[in-house]
């Protein structure tokens, strides 16, 4: 990818994870957090296409993997692909495993807090 369409992604995304909203204009370690999240598949005619291609961290790209398999499980194709539903349909997919971590995160941060309190 070239620069410019590099940073026309970035721009048009606002330098945001398009998925939990981590904000790379933040700080220096969120920006260093973000890359290209692709919609489509790899062997798609359009996988290059900036329409399909969004700004999402490190850690939602990679609990993103198995996305384009469970979506092959299902039967379903990418035929004709629409930016909007695609996204929606990774963010529906990304959503419960982000809620989860959460819950997670504040029970272990609980936790620590807990033991920190003598």
């Given amino acids: 990818m070239n620069p410019t369409t590099a940073e026309s992604i ?12 981590l904000d790379g204009r933040g700080s220096f370690t969120a920006w260093r ?29 990679i609990m993103l993997a198995q ?8 039967g379903e194709t990418f035929a004709s692909p629409k930016r909007e539903a695609l996204l929606k349909a990774r963010r529906d997919f990304l959503t419960p495993r982000l809620d989860k971590l959460r819950a997670y995160w504040q029970r272990a941060k609980s936790s620590l807090t807990a033991g920190l309190v003598h």
């Fill in 10 to 21: 970035y721009r048009r995304d606002n330098w945001t994870c398009q998925y939990c909203a």
């Fill in 67 to 74: 996305h384009f398999k469970s979506v092959t499980a299902r």
């Fill in 33 to 61: 957090s973000l890359s290209f999240d692709y919609l489509l598949p790899p062997g798609h005619a359009r996988r290059d296409d900036p329409d399909f291609i969004v700004i999402a961290c490190s850690h939602c790209n």
